[in-house]
């Protein structure tokens, strides 16, 4: 907690820079599904006032993780422009329930750190992943796909602006039900190849 300083000006440098390939990605998806499909009601928003912070980890270890949120959380917290943060996880917590320092757990031991923090009310936790499943949903439901990203993915969300949307959204009660339905009608070949593409960006892109 001592290297806000340091921390902030690498994530403004990092914001400032062209995107890395899997900030690129993240961004395709978020551009075709999340947006492109109406899956959120306020990311396209800041997509367009360019307000989405993209933070690309290589942490694999839970704790250093865990570090990490709450440092996102400040970044948040001093930079009130940037209204949201995406930490995108190149190389770790690729098992989404089992095994050691699996991404269920980081969501979980996430959670809890942000509420010890003082950042609950603030802050909260969405949660995306390429394996991503719903506790009562089959492995091969398409409804798995309003959740699926390219990596496995942190979006940190500002209460406060989520709920100034939803104040304005008919409603918003629905949304995750009419989510599920149009990914259903989709079905899920049509997810995969998107995910498929995107993995297959050129490095320049």
Sequence with gaps: MNNREPLQQVALDQQKESLSLPALQTKSWLEQVIIGLNFCPFAKKELLNNSIHYWVSSHVKMKDALLEVIEQCIYLQDNPSIKTSLIIYEMGFK???????????????????????????????????P????????????????NRSPYPTLHIIREVS????????????????????????????????????????????
């Design 131 to 146: 394996d991503y499943c719903f506790a009562d949903a089959d492995i091969d439901d398409a409804a798995n796909f309003t």
């Design 95 to 129: 098992h989404f329930d089992t095994g050691g320092n699996n991404y269920l757990d980081l969501v979980d031991y996430a959670n809890d750190l942000i509420s010890e923090q003082g950042f609950e009310g603030i802050f909260q936790i969405a949660s995306f992943h």
């Design 162 to 205: 989520m709920e100034k949307v939803l104040a304005v959204y008919k409603n918003p009660e629905l949304i995750p039900d009419n989510n599920i339905a149009l990914a259903q009608q989709k079905g899920s070949a049509y997810f995969q190849q998107i995910l498929t593409n995107i993995h297959n960006l050129p490095v320049d892109e």
